[in-house]
């Protein structure tokens, strides 16, 4: 999966440069590749681990 979001971002935030520098500007097209772009960081995030987890391990035994 992490094969599969990771080039969609990358994609996604090439599309929003290029929007913005071009002289026709659309902003729904700009939005539309910030969302994905955060859609993709929100999927990959959930799967990195938190800094008191295991702080948060010890405290339930």
């Known amino acids: 999966m992490k094969k599969i979001i990771i080039p969609i971002m990358i994609v996604a935030i090439v599309v929003a ?17 910030i969302v994905i772009f955060m859609y993709g960081m929100m999927r990959l995030s959930a799967k990195t681990p938190s800094k008191n987890q295991e702080k948060d391990d010890k405290d339930v035994q």
């Open 17 to 33: 440069f290029f929007e913005q520098v071009s002289d026709d500007k659309n902003v729904y097209i700009t939005v539309i590749a």
